[in-house]
């Protein structure tokens, strides 16, 4: 089975940091595409980075509203994806999901959350100010 585990959420003051995690199992695809997603209450998921990791390391996408502060990397190693979130603003706050797809279609932008067929439980990113 494929499976996507993210830890790594709490809650924070503004300007705190957190790295969620998030270990992939079970995955045999070809091509790779790994990236994170959030979903504020009442509002529609949407894509925070992107990575092309399979089976070549591609670029790196940001929304606009994370570029500067948040940094997506992986350590194929151990099968893993990271997010860096610095300078974290209450409007960070909300469920953050990791999500793949056997395809290249985040190889050249910041594609959306319908090109991913996997996703994890998500874990909960709160922002206090």
């Known amino acids: 089975a494929q499976v996507l585990e993210e830890s790594g959420g709490g809650s924070v003051q503004a300007g705190g940091s957190l790295r969620l995690s998030c270990v992939a199992y079970?995955?045999?695809?070809?091509?790779?595409?790994m990236g994170w997603f959030r979903q504020a209450a009442g509002k529609e998921r949407e894509g925070v980075a992107v990575?092309?990791?399979?089976?070549?390391?591609?670029?790196?996408y940001y929304a606009d509203s994370v570029k500067g502060r948040f940094s997506i990397s992986q350590d194929s190693a151990k099968n893993t994806l990271y997010l860096q979130m610095d300078s974290l603003k209450p409007e960070d706050t909300a469920m953050y999901y990791c999500?793949?797809?056997?395809?290249?279609?985040?190889?050249?932008?910041?594609?959306?959350?319908?090109?991913?067929?996997?996703w994890g439980q998500g874990t909960q990113v709160t922002v206090s100010s």
């Open positions: 999500a793949a797809a056997g395809n290249d279609l985040c190889h050249t932008r910041l594609n959306p959350p319908s090109e991913y067929d996997s």
């Open positions: 990575i092309f990791t399979f089976p070549f390391r591609g670029a790196t």
């Open positions: 079970g995955f045999t695809y070809s091509r790779w595409c």
